[in-house]
């Protein structure tokens, strides 16, 4: 149905290579689902824009090749004939669900507007009834609310089901999705996953899924196509591709996938406790009209604790409060009620200078390795500032500094460098040595390999767990993904809400979870039906 | 919060506002070097001290300042500015003779500038970067970087002087008998063109760089993806949400519209309230001045709340914040 | 220059060819700068000497642009009044900044109580009508250069506070201030080494219009004759040959065109930065 021949996107003059996309050709048959697969930077966003005639103003000149859709040929179309085909033949999901809608024009007018676009004359009633059944088809149970709502009124995914609505409206044979899934929970993801499948199945439409995560290929994929710097390394089917990858760039994409089957085995004692949570409360205050205050609660009667030597996971949905745990825990933000004990003595009582020593001995890695780094300081004089403040002589600081920028695997010449000279990975590398340079006793990694590439993120976990085991370092590991918390953690804490709704060894959590909660998230992990599969195979 | 509470809540606010613009005029009198009554008389020593000693009982100039600055917001409460000893008039009385002459110069050069600013602003903007931008870009950067009383004066020199096709100076109402509506018009216009031509850059800029901002946004994709035409996604997706800023804008710089008519109106000789402080300053008739400071800070608090208001009831997102 | 500049505010040095208007606009500001700086060396004769026949017109011998109703050089006169009006911008725009920059950055930093009564008082200024405050003020001060500059500072700092307040604001909950914070740097130092140079290229973006602005305050102040009489400026030049319009045209026009060179070549330098600092953003449509 969808065929792709010798697509070609070149790139302005002075990019970082000349062509986005190089050469690549594939076919998409109807009813079927082809994954586009590829870290990021590999150009395969741009692809799925381009066969929507969606990529930006400056690349719709550098693109050449032929796009066929049932046979017609899509590409060289002025943008007056693809207002024909978009939305009408090819309906397009995006990645962010906050931004992909109007804020100022309710919902369903946004709906509503598609068929005025394609010259479909219908009367007021007709066109609320087809918007609410629209609505209703996408999984919405209050269509007539929905449809009366704007879009920054609704959760994250009814606005995603509202984009999904927008883009199939008209029954399209192809729908392409842009990563619809990446900024949504993941149960919300397992759910539009499943919705997109059912539509598909209805209407037989050919899917286009443009994903970084090989889980959600391994769940929906019929085949799979891999591109890596704008070319396409591999073509194939999912179970070809997956199982017995041909490429050794697919290879080690697949192999760096975290693997729920191999937990850490659980520590046999606990040594004695180095950070102690007890029914710690917190809650925002959100400012409602000019006198009242409206309470948040962020974190409600939370007590755990982490043991020396420790790598405990804290692992749940966004709003869970796993963050405000570690802002607690560094004293960025204030407590209410409850305690936080540092080796016996009470952090939240500290001040001054004692609050200073207590600062330096729990440290924490941040999650965007691009906001992380002041970008005017050199990458030397990142890590060397902490001891600095802390009273150690600014030579030595400095001779530690590239000592341990060496640890973390960045050689000598890097440190005269400014951030921006550095790639993601080596980023989260610096923002570790710079944490590790005034030696804490805690290390909290707070979604610090979330925004990486798959291959980068293993990279940085293995440097992660051979740094905690060469200088015994007890970590706070907090991570949406629970896939990294099997992997690298002894301990599991699942939150959610603020609440802690199960703690336990990593192991009896991910293999005999108790609460109703933690086995909605373990079964809606992408990828976890069909490891489910395989770790079952090997134990026959 | 309900709709009428927010417009309560806007209205003790600008209340507000005006209360501590009137302690600030209380203030700056107590800063003026001399004795306060006669530096409320206007040049010192030119008063008789039977007006001197009206004005220490109108303002209790020998009780303590607090009482002071009491009976002083109590009477600008009341509309009471005091007296104009130069003019030999109430202070209120004067400005609300001189008020309609401003605002029909200000509001007129307000709407021209808006309509063909964001005009411009949204033609440019959805062009940015083509020739048509460009043009425009250049000529209105003009606009914005030459000096208001200097484009007068050139107006005056072309129109009035070599081209005698308009008036340069007053109404023409001047003589006292009623010329008609025509006569008014086109004495009106070089100094409204004057005015406006600044702020249609102003307005231009704010547009241009609103529209080109929300160009950028990903719903402007999605629409695209649904198959909308260029000019339906720029009507019902682009201008709605390019133009909310430019309003809010637009009100706080109304402000400086105000300002702006002090040097205008002198030069055309137009006889409103910014070419009265004009005088009251040369005049050193400080009670005056200081009627015409609160008059016009009173119209842009007025302004901005209308603007609040009109901008509660346009984006459907203030509700949140409330 | 613009290597320079670029390393300021961006963190890549720009691949791309020097945007023309910022090119147009420093060459512009440049030159303004030195004609200033070597007026003595440059001018004709004197601001005030009479130096030929009273209302010469353009183009005459010795009077390039001609002579007023006194027979003082116009020329001398706009080389002369470069330096007020530059240093009266310059200084405005430099204080307006300082203010502005403290009490924005103050606000934006440590937030809450200190933030609101701050900013409060920030609002309340800006809903002023600034021109008119700036007369009452000068009223109240009397009129002299520094008056004018205290003057115009005092009201044009309302705006950069709450630029700078939204910039501090958006600094301050960035990962590597939070970092700095934990290992244990001071507020001062996180202050001085990560949050005013990662706000610079904002500030010298504004700093150019304000500078532009503050010119033409001065210009106006000076046209309505209540700035310093004894200092040659343009407004003032201006002003007193207002009456002149019909007879010697020249006497106006021309420190008109010096005026608006100068705020036309700022205004390009602070929008020349603001692309800059906008970077390579792709329209959706």
Same mark, same amino acid.
């Given at each position: 149905? #969808?065929?792709?021949?010798?697509?070609?996107?070149?790139?302005?003059?002075?990019?970082?290579?000349?062509?986005?996309?190089?050469?690549?050709?594939?076919?998409?048959?109807?009813?079927?689902?082809?994954?586009?697969?590829?870290?990021?930077?590999?150009?395969?966003?741009?692809?799925?824009?381009?066969?929507?005639?969606?990529? +930006?103003?400056?690349?719709?000149?550098?693109?050449?090749?032929?796009?066929? $859709?049932?046979?017609?040929?899509?590409?060289?179309?002025?943008?007056?004939?693809?207002?024909?085909?978009?939305?009408?033949?090819?309906?397009?999901?995006?990645?962010?669900? /906050?931004?992909?809608?109007?804020?100022?024009?309710?919902?369903?007018?946004?709906?509503?507007?598609?068929?005025?676009?394609?010259?479909?004359?219908?009367?007021?009633?007709?066109?609320?009834?087809?918007?609410?059944?629209? $609505?209703?088809?996408?999984?919405?149970?209050?269509?007539?609310?929905?449809?009366?709502?704007?879009?920054?009124?609704?959760?994250?995914?009814?606005? &995603?089901?509202?984009?999904?609505?927008?883009?199939?409206?008209?029954?399209?044979?192809?729908?392409?999705?842009?990563?619809?899934?990446?900024?949504?929970?993941?149960?919300?993801?397992?759910?539009?996953?499943?919705?997109?499948?059912?539509?598909?199945?209805?209407?037989?439409?050919?899917?286009?899924?443009?994903?970084?995560?090989?889980?959600?290929?391994?769940?929906?994929?019929?085949?799979?196509?891999? /591109? &890596?710097?704008?070319?396409?390394?591999?073509?194939?089917?999912?179970?070809?591709? $997956?199982?017995? +990858?041909?490429?050794?760039?697919?290879?080690?994409?697949?192999?760096?996938? +975290?693997? #729920?089957?191999?937990?850490?085995?659980?520590?046999?004692?606990?040594? *004695?406790?180095?950070?102690?949570?007890?029914?710690?409360?917190?809650?925002?205050?959100? *400012?409602?009209?000019?006198?009242?205050?409206?309470?948040?609660?962020?974190?409600?009667?939370?007590?755990?604790?982490?043991?020396?030597?420790?790598?405990?996971?804290?692992?749940?949905?966004?709003?869970?409060?796993?963050?405000?745990?570690?802002?607690?825990?560094?004293?960025?933000?204030?407590?209410?009620?409850?305690?936080?004990?540092?080796?016996?003595?009470?952090?939240?009582?500290?001040?001054?200078?004692?609050?200073?020593?207590?600062?330096?001995?729990? &440290?924490?890695?941040?999650?965007?390795?691009?906001?992380?780094?002041?970008?005017?300081?050199?990458?030397?004089?990142?890590?060397?500032?902490?001891?600095?403040?802390?009273?150690?002589?600014?030579?030595? *600081?400095?001779?530690?500094?590239?000592?341990?920028?060496?640890?973390?695997?960045?050689?000598?010449?890097?440190?005269?460098?400014?951030?921006?000279?550095?790639?993601?990975?080596?980023?989260?590398?610096?923002?570790?040595?710079?944490?590790?340079?005034?030696? +804490?006793?805690?290390?909290?990694?707070?979604?610090?390999?979330?925004?990486?590439?798959?291959?980068?993120?293993?990279?940085?976990?293995?440097?992660?767990?051979?740094?905690?085991?060469?200088?015994?370092?007890? /970590?706070?590991?907090?991570?949406?993904?629970?896939?990294?918390?099997?992997?690298?953690?002894?301990?599991?804490?699942?939150?959610?809400?603020?609440?802690?709704?199960? /703690?336990?060894?990593?192991?009896?959590?991910?293999?005999?979870? &108790?609460?109703?909660?933690?086995?909605?998230?373990?079964?809606?992990?992408?990828?976890?039906?069909? *490891?489910?599969?395989?770790?079952?195979?090997?134990?026959? | 919060?309900?709709?009428?509470?927010?417009?309560?809540?806007?209205?003790?606010?600008? =209340?507000?506002?005006?209360?501590?613009?009137?302690?600030?005029?209380?203030?700056?009198?107590?800063?003026?070097?001399?004795?306060?009554?006669?530096?409320?008389?206007?040049?010192?020593?030119?008063?008789?001290?039977?007006?001197?000693?009206?004005?220490?009982?109108?303002?209790?100039?020998?009780?303590?300042?607090?009482?002071?600055?009491?009976?002083?917001?109590?009477?600008?409460?009341?509309?009471?500015?005091?007296?104009?000893?130069?003019?030999?008039?109430?202070?209120?009385?004067?400005?609300?003779?001189?008020?309609? =002459?401003?605002?029909?110069?200000?509001?007129?050069?307000?709407?021209?500038?808006?309509?063909?600013?964001?005009?411009?602003?949204?033609?440019?903007?959805?062009?940015?970067?083509?020739?048509?931008?460009?043009?425009?870009?250049?000529?209105?950067?003009?606009?914005?970087?030459?000096?208001?009383?200097?484009?007068?004066?050139?107006?005056?020199?072309?129109?009035?002087?070599?081209?005698?096709?308009?008036?340069?100076?007053?109404?023409?109402?001047?003589?006292?008998?009623?010329?008609?509506?025509?006569?008014?018009?086109?004495?009106?216009?070089?100094?409204?063109?004057?005015? =406006?031509?600044?702020?249609?850059?102003?307005?231009?800029?704010?547009?241009?760089?609103?529209?080109?901002?929300?160009?950028?946004?990903?719903?402007?994709?999605?629409?695209?993806?649904?198959?909308?035409?260029?000019?339906?996604?720029?009507?019902?997706?682009?201008?709605?949400?390019? !133009?909310?800023?430019?309003?809010?804008?637009?009100?706080?710089?109304?402000?400086?519209?105000?300002?702006?008519? !002090?040097?205008?109106?002198?030069?055309?000789?137009?006889?409103?309230?910014?070419?009265?402080?004009?005088?009251?300053?040369?005049?050193?008739?400080?009670?005056?001045?200081?009627?015409?400071?609160?008059?016009?800070?009173?119209?842009?608090?007025?302004?901005?709340?209308?603007?609040?208001?009109?901008?509660?009831?346009?984006?459907?997102?203030?509700?949140?914040?409330? | 220059?613009?290597?320079?500049?670029?390393?300021?505010?961006?963190?890549?040095?720009?691949?791309?060819?020097?945007?023309?208007?910022?090119?147009?606009?420093?060459?512009?500001?440049?030159?303004?700068?030195?004609?200033?700086?070597?007026?003595?060396?440059?001018?004709?004769?004197?601001?005030?000497?009479?130096?030929?026949?009273?209302?010469?017109?353009?183009?005459?011998?010795?009077?390039?642009?001609? @002579?007023?109703?006194?027979?003082?050089?116009?020329?001398?006169?706009?080389?002369?009044?470069?330096?007020?009006?530059?240093?009266?911008?310059?200084?405005?725009?430099?204080?307006?900044?300082?203010?502005?920059?403290?009490?924005?950055?103050?606000?934006?930093?440590?937030?809450?109580?200190?933030?609101?009564?701050?900013?409060?008082?920030?609002?309340?200024?800006?809903?002023?009508?600034?021109?008119?405050?700036?007369?009452?003020?000068?009223?109240?001060?009397?009129?002299?250069?520094?008056?004018?500059?205290?003057?115009?500072?005092?009201?044009?700092?309302?705006?950069?506070?709450?630029?700078?307040?939204?910039?501090?604001?958006?600094?301050?909950?960035?990962?590597?201030?939070?970092?700095?914070?934990?290992?244990?740097?001071?507020?001062?130092?996180?202050?001085?080494?990560?949050?005013?140079?990662?706000?610079?290229?904002?500030?010298?973006?504004?700093?150019?219009?304000?500078?532009?602005?503050?010119?033409?305050?001065?210009?106006?102040?000076?046209?309505?004759?209540?700035?310093?009489?004894?200092?040659?400026?343009?407004?003032?030049?201006?002003?007193?040959?207002?009456?002149?319009?019909? @007879?010697?045209?020249?006497?106006?026009?021309?420190?008109?065109?010096?005026?608006?060179?100068?705020?036309?070549?700022?205004?390009?330098?602070?929008?020349?930065?603001?692309?800059?600092?906008?970077?390579?953003?792709?329209?959706?449509?």
């Amino acid at each position: 149905m #969808l065929n792709v021949r010798y697509l070609r996107i070149g790139l302005p003059v002075g990019g970082d290579r000349g062509f986005a996309v190089e050469d690549i050709s594939f076919d998409l048959a109807a009813g079927k689902t082809l994954c586009l697969v590829g870290e990021s930077g590999s150009g395969k966003s741009v692809t799925g824009q381009a066969i929507a005639g969606l990529q +930006p103003k400056i690349l719709r000149g550098l693109t050449t090749g032929s796009i066929k $859709l049932d046979g017609v040929e899509l590409s060289g179309l002025t943008q007056r004939e693809w207002q024909a085909i978009r939305g009408r033949q090819i309906g397009v999901v995006f990645q962010e669900p /906050m931004t992909a809608l109007n804020p100022i024009m309710k919902v369903g007018r946004q709906l509503a507007e598609i068929y005025a676009a394609h010259g479909i004359r219908l009367s007021r009633a007709e066109l609320r009834d087809r918007v609410h059944a629209l $609505l209703e088809r996408v999984g919405i149970r209050e269509p007539g609310r929905i449809a009366n709502s704007y879009s920054f009124e609704i959760s994250g995914g009814q606005r &995603q089901r509202v984009v999904i609505a927008c883009a199939v409206a008209l029954s399209p044979k192809l729908l392409i999705a842009d990563e619809p899934t990446t900024a949504l929970d993941v149960t919300t993801q397992q759910q539009v996953l499943e919705l997109i499948a059912d539509l598909q199945q209805e209407s037989g439409m050919g899917v286009l899924f443009v994903t970084h995560d090989f889980g959600i290929v391994a769940d929906i994929a019929d085949e799979v196509a891999v /591109m &890596q710097a704008g070319k396409l390394v591999e073509c194939g089917s999912k179970a070809q591709v $997956l199982k017995a +990858p041909k490429q050794p760039y697919t290879r080690q994409l697949v192999d760096a996938v +975290p693997c #729920l089957t191999e937990c850490r085995p659980c520590p046999v004692c606990r040594p *004695a406790p180095l950070v102690v949570f007890k029914a710690v409360c917190k809650h925002y205050s959100v *400012a409602e009209g000019l006198f009242r205050r409206r309470k948040n609660p962020a974190l409600t009667d939370v007590s755990f604790d982490i043991c020396k030597g420790e790598v405990v996971a804290l692992v749940g949905e966004s709003g869970s409060g796993k963050s405000t745990i570690a802002r607690c825990l560094t004293r960025l933000t204030p407590v209410e009620s409850g305690s936080i004990q540092l080796e016996g003595s009470d952090l939240l009582a500290l001040g001054g200078a004692e609050l200073k020593q207590a600062r330096r001995r729990v &440290q924490i890695v941040f999650q965007d390795p691009y906001g992380s780094l002041d970008p005017r300081q050199k990458v030397i004089d990142a890590v060397a500032a902490g001891p600095i403040a802390h009273g150690v002589d600014k030579d030595q *600081a400095r001779a530690e500094a590239a000592e341990l920028l060496r640890l973390v695997g960045l050689n000598a010449t890097v440190l005269d460098r400014f951030p921006h000279e550095f790639s993601g990975g080596q980023r989260q590398r610096i923002g570790i040595a710079r944490a590790l340079a005034v030696k +804490p006793d805690l290390l909290i990694a707070d979604e610090a390999v979330s925004a990486l590439d798959v291959t980068v993120q293993a990279q940085v976990l293995r440097l992660l767990q051979d740094l905690q085991e060469k200088l015994g370092l007890t /970590m706070l590991f907090i991570t949406h993904d629970l896939r990294i918390a099997a992997q690298v953690s002894d301990r599991t804490v699942v939150l959610r809400n603020g609440r802690i709704v199960e /703690m336990g060894a990593t192991e009896d959590i991910f293999r005999r979870p &108790q609460d109703e909660y933690t086995r909605k998230l373990l079964g809606a992990i992408p990828g976890m039906q069909a *490891a489910e599969r395989s770790y079952a195979a090997s134990l026959q | 919060m309900q709709f009428s509470r927010f417009v309560v809540m806007r209205l003790f606010k600008a =209340a507000a506002i005006l209360a501590a613009v009137v302690a600030l005029n209380f203030l700056l009198i107590r800063l003026i070097p001399g004795d306060p009554a006669s530096v409320l008389a206007g040049e010192s020593g030119m008063a008789d001290e039977t007006f001197l000693a009206m004005i220490r009982e109108m303002y209790g100039l020998d009780k303590p300042l607090l009482v002071q600055l009491k009976t002083y917001l109590l009477n600008a409460a009341g509309f009471n500015l005091g007296f104009s000893y130069p003019l030999q008039r109430d202070v209120i009385d004067i400005i609300i003779e001189r008020l309609p =002459a401003t605002l029909a110069l200000t509001g007129s050069a307000f709407l021209i500038s808006l309509v063909v600013g964001v005009g411009l602003g949204v033609w440019a903007g959805s062009r940015s970067n083509g020739p048509v931008d460009r043009l425009i870009n250049v000529v209105v950067l003009a606009f914005y970087a030459t000096p208001g009383f200097w484009v007068g004066l050139m107006l005056i020199l072309i129109f009035s002087v070599w081209l005698r096709w308009l008036p340069a100076s007053g109404t023409g109402f001047e003589t006292g008998d009623d010329p008609g509506a025509l006569v008014y018009l086109k004495h009106l216009c070089l100094p409204v063109v004057t005015l =406006a031509l600044y702020y249609v850059a102003v307005y231009f800029r704010l547009c241009r760089t609103s529209v080109i901002s929300v160009l950028h946004q990903d719903f402007v994709r999605t629409a695209r993806s649904k198959g909308l035409s260029w000019r339906a996604i720029m009507r019902r997706h682009v201008l709605p949400n390019a !133009i909310l800023p430019v309003f809010t804008m637009a009100a706080l710089q109304a402000g400086s519209l105000v300002s702006g008519s !002090i040097a205008i109106e002198t030069i055309f000789a137009w006889p409103g309230v910014g070419r009265l402080g004009y005088e009251a300053l040369m005049q050193r008739d400080y009670n005056l001045l200081l009627g015409v400071f609160l008059t016009t800070a009173a119209m842009v608090v007025l302004l901005n709340v209308i603007a609040d208001i009109l901008y509660a009831v346009v984006d459907p997102r203030i509700e949140v914040a409330r | 220059m613009t290597y320079v500049l670029s390393r300021l505010w961006k963190q890549k040095p720009m691949r791309r060819p020097v945007d023309p208007q910022l090119a147009i606009g420093l060459a512009l500001l440049g030159l303004l700068v030195l004609v200033a700086v070597c007026a003595p060396l440059i001018a004709p004769y004197g601001p005030w000497t009479i130096s030929g026949a009273p209302y010469l017109p353009p183009l005459s011998d010795h009077h390039l642009l001609g @002579t007023d109703t006194l027979g003082r050089d116009v020329l001398s006169g706009i080389i002369y009044g470069a330096r007020i009006s530059l240093l009266v911008g310059i200084a405005a725009a430099l204080a307006g900044i300082c203010i502005g920059t403290v009490i924005g950055g103050l606000a934006g930093y440590f937030g809450g109580i200190v933030d609101d009564l701050l900013m409060r008082f920030t609002e309340f200024l800006q809903t002023m009508p600034g021109f008119v405050l700036a007369l009452v003020l000068l009223a109240v001060m009397g009129p002299s250069i520094w008056s004018i500059v205290l003057a115009i500072a005092l009201v044009s700092w309302p705006s950069i506070a709450r630029l700078m307040r939204a910039e501090f604001l958006s600094l301050r909950s960035r990962e590597f201030i939070l970092a700095a914070t934990v290992l244990g740097e001071s507020h001062l130092k996180i202050v001085w080494t990560h949050m005013l140079p990662n706000a610079v290229g904002p500030i010298i973006s504004i700093a150019s219009l304000k500078v532009a602005a503050a010119i033409l305050t001065e210009s106006t102040i000076s046209f309505l004759g209540l700035g310093d009489a004894g200092q040659i400026s343009w407004g003032l030049m201006i002003g007193t040959s207002r009456a002149l319009l019909r @007879t010697a045209w020249w006497t106006s026009v021309f420190p008109g065109v010096a005026l608006f060179l100068t705020v036309l070549a700022l205004t390009l330098i602070a929008d020349g930065i603001g692309r800059s600092l906008d970077g390579r953003r792709q329209s959706m449509l």
